[in-house]
């Protein structure tokens, strides 16, 4: 039984450098050409800012996607991959704007060509706020942000995602059922506490009581579907605000846990509600 923080074994499916990439272009096609269709219906740059957000959700979704099913359990890969994909929609969406800009559709493939082309586009003015159309200095500068978002975002959550999902090896199973038990109260050293739970000392958490304070402790905990063997807990502070907002801080990285840990901190919560 492993101890301490869990970490990905770095492995993944020979095919899966194929998978994303491959996957990962032709997905991006069409989620570039859907949202470049949009864009032309949202002249305003207020309106496109909500897009970009669409647009951010659905590459990332794609890239969680493809990489559990390559079973890619690699987090510097995967943002190096994540990366790629995010470059490769990128560019389609560039391909987009001038097919849907021209009368004809013309495809323009050569980056060069793009370029040119976006040069023109920039200078005549893409966007427009309070009814006036901005300059080729601001356009080209809103440009480079979204090209840092879109593309670095997808680099960044693709290596989150996989650094916070848990992965059972021994049935090839990612976790995704996530269950949270307490409240607790916080203990007077609470930075050794933590250090304990990512060193594999689960013990103390038997001893936590009841919370009667705001914030509190919760611990949340994710097992693997098939087997049930393969556990992990994380331990997290809970903020309740005067607005009754809910506010969630990850104290620790997902640890290890035993079978038996799970239904002891599962009965002492329990118990808690009982009294």
Partial sequence: ??????????EMNVGAPVLMLVGGG????????????LGDWLPFLMLRLFLLGGYMFALNFMNNFLMEKGHLRNPTLAGVFGFLVGAITWYWSW??????????GMIVLNPAHLWTLASVVADQG???FEDSTMGAGVTWTLWAFEVLIVV???????REHLRETGYCEDCSHWLHT???????NQVEDPRTFRRNLEDGVV?????LEVAQSNPFWMVDVTTCDQC???????LVEVTIDDENKTKRDELTGWFHMTADEVDQVTALAESFRED
């Avoid at 670095?152 to 693709?158: I, K, P, V």
């Avoid at 996530?178 to 607790?184: E, K, N, R």
């Avoid at 013990?203 to 001893?207: D, K, S």
């Fill in 1 to 10: 039984m492993k101890r301490g923080l869990f970490k990905h074994s770095g």
């Fill in 26 to 37: 032709i997905g991006g096609f069409f989620i570039a050409f859907v949202v470049t269709f």
């Fill in 95 to 104: 391909v987009a704007l001038f097919y849907l800009g021209t009368d004809d």
């Fill in 126 to 128: 893409y966007w427009e």
């Fill in 152 to 158: 670095g975002g997808a680099g960044y959550f693709a």
């Fill in 178 to 184: 996530t269950t949270t038990t307490g409240p607790f």
């Fill in 203 to 207: 013990e103390p958490l038997f001893n």
């Fill in 228 to 234: 049930q063997n393969f556990n992990l807990g994380r």
